[in-house]
């Protein structure tokens, strides 16, 4: 295999980086046309995504595994997620990584819906926490993936909450199932990782992370979902 060039290291960042701010846009321009209303079910808010996403970015979605919105107990991680229509106090997430599978990366946001304050407080907190792992990973260059998860189980408690999912993120480039933690550690941001996240692959690259928080009020049982690129914003 040919050695990889810092030509090559930064035209896959930019690849990356380039995913990431398309589904910004994405989510900007869904929000901005009140695409997710009460009363609307989740497949019908798909279906006006895909269209945005064709007509004004060129991107087409598959329908197999498709579901970019999901709403209040659909938000829950390993759901069988039936159909749903969003009520008035919903939390919806808007999951992009479908779309941004030729990008290799993933992106999601939270939307609250209604006034509900314990919900819109909950959505703040997961973008803080993911504010504080990127930090975390800016200030110490040999952070292992252990080291990172333990930082953001801190930050979550820290705001009186817990964790959804058992990792807060994963390689760009993969697309492991849930079930392959235990047996791939090496490529989710998890307690059995014990590599530093900035390393490079036996294949030559450069890793590179995806960061999944998923936030859990278990008071109320909302959950509220935040994921992006790590180490390249």
Same mark, same amino acid.
């Given at each position: ?5 810092r030509? #090559?290291?930064? !035209?896959?960042? &930019?690849?990356? &980086? @380039?995913? $990431?701010?398309?589904? $910004? ?11 997710? $209303?009460?009363?609307?079910?989740? @497949? ?9 996403? +064709? ?8 329908? %197999? ?19 749903? %229509? ?11 990584? =479908?779309?941004l ?27 803080? %926490?993911a504010?504080?792992? +990127? ?5 110490? #260059? =040999? !952070? ?8 953001? &189980?801190? !930050? ?5 909450r =817990? ?20 047996? +791939? ?6 307690? #059995?990782?014990?590599?530093?996240l ?13 960061? $999944?928080?998923? !936030?859990? #009020? ?14 390249? %914003?």
């Amino acid at each position: 295999m040919a050695t990889l060039d810092r030509i #090559d290291m930064g !035209l896959r960042s &930019l690849h990356l &980086l @380039e995913g $990431q701010r398309m589904a $910004q846009r994405l989510f900007a321009h869904v929000v901005g046309a009140q695409v997710i $209303q009460p009363g609307r079910g989740e @497949e019908e808010v798909d279906n006006r995504i895909a269209l945005i996403a +064709r007509e004004v970015f060129g991107v087409r979605a598959g329908r %197999v595994g498709r579901r970019f919105a999901r709403a209040g107990a659909n938000t829950v991680v390993g759901g069988r997620w039936p159909e749903r %229509v969003i009520g008035a106090q919903d939390l919806v997430v808007l999951d992009f990584e =479908s779309l941004l599978a030729p990008y290799e990366t993933g992106f999601a946001r939270t939307v609250a819906i209604g006034d509900d304050l314990a919900r819109r407080r909950l959505v703040r907190d997961a973008a803080a %926490v993911a504010t504080g792992a +990127r930090n975390a990973l800016r200030a110490e #260059d =040999s !952070l292992t993936g252990r080291e990172l998860y333990a930082e953001v &189980l801190r !930050l979550a408690a820290e705001a009186g909450r =817990s964790l959804g999912a058992p990792h807060c993120g994963r390689l760009t480039g993969t697309a492991p199932a849930p079930y392959e933690e235990a047996a +791939r550690p090496e490529v989710f941001i998890g307690p #059995d990782n014990g590599l530093p996240l900035r390393r490079t692959l036996e294949e030559g690259w450069r890793a590179h992370w995806i960061l $999944q928080i998923h !936030l859990v #009020d278990e008071r109320h049982g909302h959950t509220a979902v935040h994921a992006e690129l790590l180490d390249l %914003v």
